[in-house]
Nanobody
Framework: VQLQASGGGLVQAGGSLRLSCLAS????????VGWYRQAPGNEREWVAG???????????SVKGRFTISRDVSRDNAESTVYLQMNSLKPEDTAVYYC?????????WGRGTQVTVSS
């Protein structure tokens, strides 16, 4: 399984960004996808997750501002996970990572930098 994240950038406070994570390889229908972030000097923290059945959950710090969604190709060979981030705050500045859990294994993509200026 390979994960490739994109969509980060520099945005002013109150702005929006959409992150994408393309997952390819042996992707099963029963899995959990998620986004994490890590700010300088901080530990990596969970931001949002979605089950294979489509249930989405969010960290309190982003609830109401961020939305996770996913598209799956017809042959299940690829899956794209999105993180729509609205009303961004300077404290949202971090490197964002996508994650996929399936069959007891954890897969990570390279991070994408999100910087929110005040």
């Amino acid at each position: 399984v390979q994960l490739q994240a994109s969509g980060g950038g520099l945005v002013q406070a109150g702005g929006s960004l959409r992150l994408s994570c393309l997952a390819s390889g042996s992707i099963f229908s029963i899995n959990v996808v998620g986004w994490y972030r890590q700010a300088p000097g901080n530990e990596r923290e969970w931001v949002a997750g979605m089950t294979g059945g489509g249930t989405a959950v969010y960290a309190d710090s982003v609830k109401g501002r961020f939305t996770i969604s996913r598209d799956v190709s017809r042959d299940n060979a690829e899956s794209t996970v999105y993180l729509q981030m609205n009303s961004l705050k300077p404290e949202d500045t971090a490197v964002y990572y996508c994650n996929l859990e399936q069959s007891g294994a954890n897969y990570w993509g390279r991070g994408t930098q999100v910087t929110v200026s005040s």
